[in-house]
């Protein structure tokens, strides 16, 4: 961008043009609607001419106004762009909002607004200001828009540059002439206000070039594109929409979680956010420090289970969103041991992600290119990480990244990838002054030691801050005994025992506080001082107190069978999925409340919120796992993943059966599929994705009778008999074929490992070669399971075989088909143009694939040798690859042929050859 500046004599220059990293002076802007031949271009201000157009005063009155303000630099649009540039005229076309939104101040000169009180007719006089701003012509133009809603200060001047007033005091005004609600004028992100509503406000506005009534919202609603003036004003809307279309979904492929959702979820599980019981955060020295001084980038936030610290963390994302500015960008996420979705490095990068994009659309340009090959896949495939770091690194970079703070809570909880979020956390914590990062961990040393390389650090120990953390404690206990009191109607007495109880044994940590009143809610009144001594300081003693008191209960054996359960599974489930995996609650299948019951009667150790079983905290979980093992696993763990996969199997026998979701048609397509209420799968959910896994953590033990076994006569054999085909349309519906491939993968290995049963063995493969043949077809269609999936196997697959009869009936003349299961293993789909190169990695799990000629598609795929999946995108354009070097360990050819299978227009059908293990180049 280029200034102006006014020196002490008041002449008025050009600046130099900033670009890249050039800082950028503040500024005032001007706003204003133009008067054509009036205005003062760039070349007149480059040739001395123009000092006598009547817009010349304009630019004098911003300059003045500026410097009246502190600010010698300014800007107005009619001479600091040179329009007969036409690569100039586009950037600033799409930067122009931000210009907008960092000026210091922005000067609205109303030209046709007067204070002087004028005759409107013959007799009145009530011609005053507040009309002709209502009706001033600065409102009904449409670059005029952007003008209002980017700049923090606005003021409003009127044609004898008198102020009128400014956006916050006009406010009411404002709203009434443009329809535009009270958050966004405030300077709330556009981004949260709907697509509609944003369109409603241009839509009595007028633009001179019809285009422009379009590009002037490329900033409202952060997106980028480029100009094409004569295109018209319809195709320039399309264009519009259609990037807001693309933005979208890119958006809606990014989110795995909603960290928003998560941060409530949790406050809600853990009985509400106490102000008053983090408050102490914000007089402390440490974070005082961290926040207000430049040089300090990281907070670790570090303290022994159950201290507080991601309730802390909850406090410190209120308490910044409300202190922050509008335009400051933030962003958090909660790690949580016990859920698959929450506890990877990648899902942290991703629902970090996720929250600045969805505050700062435009950043989604540095994920669009990668995602536009690769979609969704880009965030989900093994090679996640490497795409996610990358684009977050370009994100850091990006000169246009506000000013941003960055949360991540429990760090250990990061299952998945620790050291690689640690090391990414070091790396680029110097990279960018304008980013913040606060993280917390219990005291682990290897995390200590990592985050030490971080220079720029401060760290805030629980332990160290005994004084506040004992009156955080002191006042949340006095909080929940009062609410007890309330609750349970306690009398003073049994108020201020309890009361004296718990301030005594707290030990200055929360969750132990909290546990305990959670007993007590479920103990009489009566009982409630007695039972005080069963609450031991400490909460080790208190876990061990609880499974003390479920062993002694009636319902003992339940309890410790679904504490068993739930410590083990992949994933948290729901009651009706435990309902489904616990024999002994057969008889209350359908009765969630009882099911609620039972829950609640596991002690502390569990909760549940909306249909979906929790851990009450990790440290319960740790617990159950260790200390209380061999009390819920009496006979070992394998046991419970024996029960788990025999259940698993019964459950998927009674409840999966062809169109489930009564799909109206075999190509129905699986992402217009929507879950019906109520859900056949609801209890066979689990099963479905997860019954493989526990089979392979099962070791079948001689000293324990199993009815399930792996023989030829065997409960397996006999489920892939009867129900495969319906598996596989269940774990399309499910959005699990991926992970369905790799389990059958899976299976095959266990089998011929374990299993002595030729014909189970036999039939595994063949359902291998099944589901890796049909993936993309049955992913994308699931009842195409029935159709072209069987009709396009091998006359002799024992899988098309045992399924015969559901095979469509019309189609009476079947395609030719080779009778046992040729070279190919899969198709991989997604090169739009001839492939000339493919190599496999050493370790023979990852294949590459290189359309990489200049007439081809200049891409190189890399996927997942095991499920086909295509993990990454190279664009060859960025990546010099000569296709005819090494690349990848050893290039190799393979046949293809176009087109085979009727695949889509360019498909290409690869024979991965059996034994991939010894590429030879073949011609
Ligand atoms: N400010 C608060 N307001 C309300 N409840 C709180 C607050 N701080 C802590 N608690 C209570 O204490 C419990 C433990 O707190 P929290 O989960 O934040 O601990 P933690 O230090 O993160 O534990 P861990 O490291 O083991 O995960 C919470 O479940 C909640 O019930």
Redesign the pocket.
Known sequence: MRLLLRNDAGEISLTKYFVGDDPIPPYAILSHTWKEGHEVTFRDLMDGTGLDKAGYDKIQFCGRQAERDGLPYFWVDTCCIDKSNPVELRDAINSMFRWYQDAVRCYVYLSDVSTVKRKANDNSYQYTWERAFRESRWFTRGWTLQELLAPTSVEFFSREQKKLGNKRSLRQHIREITGIPNAALEGARLSQFSNTERFLWIQCRQTKVEEDKAYSLLGIFDVEMPLRYGEGSTSAFKRLEEEIDKLNKCLRDLRSTDPCDDKKRIEDT?????VD??HWILKNSDFQQWRDNQQSRLLWVK?D????????LC?IVDELKKSIIKTNLLSYFFCQATDSRLNSATAVLRGLLYLLVKQQPSLISHMRKKYDHAGKTLFEDPNAWVALSEIFTHILQDPNLSSTYLIID?LDECITDLSKLLAFIVEKTPVSSRVKWVVSS?NCLDIGKRLGKVGQRVNLSLELNTESISMAVNI?IRHKVLQLAEDKMYNDKTRDAVLAHLLANANNT??WV?LVCQNLEKTLRWNAVAKLSAFPPGLDSLYERMMEQICNSDDADLCKRILALISIVYRPVTLKELTSLVEMLDDIADDLASTREIIDLCGSFLTHREGIIYFV???AKDFLLTTASSTVFPSGREEVYYAILSRSLQVMSRTLQRNMYNLGSLGYPAELVTQPDPDPLAASRYSCVYWVNHLCNWIPNASIDHSLDLQDSGAVKSFLEEKYLYWLEALSLCKSIPEGVVSVARFEAVIQERANACALIKLVQDARRFIMYHKWAIENCPLQAYASALVFSPARSLIRGLFKKEEPRWITIKPAIEDEWGACLQTLEGHSDAVNSVAFSHDSTRLASASASASYDRTVKIWDANSGACLQTLDVTQVEIDVNSDFYGCLARCLYTRGRRGASPGGITWYLFLTRYLIHPVS
Request: glycine share 24%.
């Open positions: 853990k009985g509400g956010l106490l019981s983090y303290g289970p159950g201290k507080g610290k991601t309730m802390l406090g429990a219990r949340y929360f969750l909290a905290h990790q440290s």
